[in-house]
């Protein structure tokens, strides 16, 4: 391979270089999965014809808004899921050449990405009107020669996931034809991501009582499927023939547990969302619970077969077409997942149907009755099964990982551990306390929970040194083997992406800019409204302090490092714009936020212009806390420095004496001498 990224026409891989597919057996049998599964919701649709609208309270769209609605979900969110595991394949399965550009072992699936994505985009873009359209009760032709189309977007929430979704198949789209290299598949992760989870959060997942919940658990199990889908399509149908049997195994190695856990997470969360939505004495009665079963039962097909596939990988006898059968059973399975979750969110929950809803059940899911105290901020809990989850994970690893370099008999830090579990301790509490609560509902505790997640957490994270402790830990590949995690971490560390985002001024400029562009533009309202985007804040907060601090007082390795000095000036250069937006905060005429607020309209807060005041006061003051911790461990590293510098001085003039200042010793004894 020595196509480069900038070429727009990668060519392709010479066919005694890039081998055949596999065997025409697997892709077959997906395709005719796929195909029934058309079919199954075509008849499902004719079937219920205006029954099911009429179960919900909604209008008849007519026949063919009723049909293609859900299809056309089924695919698309298949396309989707397709793009987003196929890039987690070609990260886990590659080994990239000396240009960083992936080899032949998954250019097949790299083409499967290139046609999949323009799928996903082609369906994406008819799925917003054909939302709108399903949702408003009207036909799809009615709603095109009518003017009224751009109102019922704005009506529909399913409408403009699919506006996201299509915008980011089309940046997946765009940037996978122009470039084979490893790194940029990686980064595309994000995107294609983001885009398949956007589909399960505006449907029942996002309304009602308790959507904290059911909205965390959409983005997990839509994130596992669509990972798990397109994992196993790739490795059914893309390995070329020609594989080293000794990569297939390895392949197989990293497949079969990855795809047990994904599928033991999507059975875990869908049961929970499932007990959440769908009350107990409705489950086989209504059609919303019935699919919900069919959708969990897929789920076990694919973490038995993933189990087993596991257990035969680690035995050493799964051989390349034990990997193709099992990957198939896999990719069967979770397809039908997938078309049971496009139905779902297609329909309205039984739970919701008749529920009286309240401002709280709309905007928060949960209820606040009385202000925040010391006592309400320990005790109500809303924990966050997305972040929380992911903080006692991360701690878990990190303990996990010391013990076994300690194991070695190598030594880590007990501060870097301690400061690492304080700091996923402080995120879980931060996110599932009642700070997360009332910051929901409030701009004065959500300036707490900003502030916390900003420039407290992160600061504990990265002294943590996790990326040090996992270059200790996970074994460098052998030669001749397929790159590991090892390989991964050192390159996107070093890559470009990293290098611009780590830049001193790159992260200064994020990490005070995205205060000003959240809370001064109309974004923060719209982002206050749903969970998802609480849980989206929350993640780019923690990002953006994380690369900042990392900057500052960074242990892990990284492209780029300032003296000492200027890091303790890059600190207190940031402060002045904390306290500037302060002091806006506190000054202004206008709510941020403002009609969020109405809606939720707390009544026991008497003022939200007194709740921004102090708001702004938290976010003036609270900044001066960390600003602490990092000017004491940014003194003790360079204190430290300086003594391995004057430790490896000394170490060097005894092993290479200086003779010019021997000479010049010998010299004033002469002259000493001479004098007596």
Not at 234 to 244: G, N, R
Not at 521 to 546: D, K, N, Q
Request: aromatic residues 10%; proline residues 5%.
């Amino acid at each position: 391979m020595t196509t480069t990224s900038t070429d727009p026409t990668p060519a392709a891989p010479s066919p005694e270089v890039a081998g055949p597919v596999v065997r025409r057996g697997p892709q077959s049998v997906l395709w005719g999965v796929v195909a029934a599964g058309v079919v199954v919701l075509f008849v499902y649709a004719q079937v219920s014809g205006a029954t099911r609208f009429t179960e919900t309270g909604d209008q008849y769209p007519g026949l063919f808004t009723a049909a293609a609605t859900p299809i056309l979900f089924f695919l698309g969110l298949l396309a989707a899921a397709i793009t987003f595991g196929g890039l987690v394949f070609v990260m886990i399965a590659s080994r990239p050449d000396t240009d960083g550009a992936i080899g032949h072992e998954t250019y097949r699936a790299h083409r499967l990405l290139e046609r999949t994505t323009l799928g996903w985009l082609a369906v994406s873009v008819v799925m917003v009107v054909l939302t709108a359209a399903d949702r408003s009760g009207i036909e799809v032709g009615r709603v095109l020669r009518n003017q009224g189309l751009t109102d019922l977007i704005d009506a529909s929430e399913q409408a403009k996931a699919w506006i996201v979704s299509a915008a980011c198949a089309l940046v997946v789209a765009v940037i996978v034809r122009v470039s084979l290299r490893w790194t940029t598949h990686v980064l595309l992760i994000v995107p294609a991501g983001i885009g398949t989870v956007a589909l399960g959060v505006a449907g029942s997942a996002g309304q009602g009582p308790g959507h904290d919940y059911t909205t965390g658990t959409a983005l997990v199990v839509f994130a596992a499927a669509g990972v798990l889908v397109g994992m196993s399509t790739c490795a059914a149908i893309t390995v070329p023939t020609d594989t080293p049997e000794s990569d297939v195994a390895q392949v197989a190695r990293r497949l079969a547990p990855l795809g047990t856990l994904l599928a033991a997470t999507v059975v875990v969360y869908l049961s929970v969302q499932t007990a959440i939505l769908v009350p107990a004495g409705q489950l086989v009665d209504s059609a919303f619970g019935r699919f919900a079963l069919i959708a969990i039962v897929a789920a076990v097909a694919a973490l038995a077969v993933n189990g087993l596939a596991w257990r035969a990988a680690h035995a050493g006898t799964l051989d390349r077409l034990g990997v193709i059968r099992s990957s198939t059973v896999s990719a069967v399975a979770a397809i039908g997942l997938i078309a049971m979750l496009a139905v779902m969110e297609t329909r309205t929950a039984p739970g919701l149907l008749f529920h009286d809803f309240t401002a709280f059940d709309v905007f928060l899911g949960y209820n606040l009755p009385e202000p925040p105290s010391a006592t309400t901020i320990l005790t109500v809990w809303r924990f966050d099964v997305v972040l929380g989850v992911g903080a006692i994970a991360a701690a878990v690893a990190y303990i996990w990982a010391v013990r076994r370099i300690r194991s070695r008999g190598i030594e880590w830090s007990r501060w870097r551990m301690l400061s690492w579990v304080l700091g996923c301790l402080s995120l879980m509490f931060v996110t599932s306390s009642g700070v997360r609560a009332y910051g929901s509902a409030m701009f004065s505790m959500h300036m707490v929970e900003h502030m916390a997640l900003n420039m407290f957490v992160p600061v504990l994270l990265v002294l943590g040194a996790p990326m040090t402790l996992a270059l200790r830990v996970l074994p460098t590949a052998e030669r001749g083997a397929l790159p590991g995690p090892r390989e991964w971490i050192v390159w996107l560390v070093h890559s470009r992406v990293t290098t611009f985002l780590s830049h001193p001024v790159t992260a200064l400029i994020m990490f005070v800019a995205s205060l000003y562009i959240v809370y001064f533009t109309p974004l923060f309202g719209i982002l206050a409204r749903y969970h998802w985007g609480h849980e989206l804040m929350s993640v780019h907060f923690l990002i953006t302090g994380y690369l900042f601090y990392w900057a500052i007082i960074g242990i892990d390795p990284g492209p780029r490092r300032l003296p000492f000095l200027a890091r303790l000036g890059l600190l207190f250069a940031v402060m002045p714009f904390h306290a500037f937006f302060g002091i806006a905060t506190m000054t202004m005429n206008t709510v941020i936020g403002q009609q969020f607020y109405r809606f939720v309209n707390l009544s026991w807060l008497d003022s939200l212009s007194h709740d921004q005041f102090v708001g702004g006061a938290i976010a003036w003051g609270a900044s001066e806390v960390p600003v602490v911790i990092v000017v004491i461990a940014l003194v003790s590293q360079w204190a430290a420095s300086d003594r391995r510098a004057g430790a490896r001085a000394d170490r060097q003039a005894d092993a290479y004496p200086d003779d010019e200042l021997a000479a010049y010793n010998a010299m004033l004894a002469e002259l000493g001498r001479g004098r007596r």
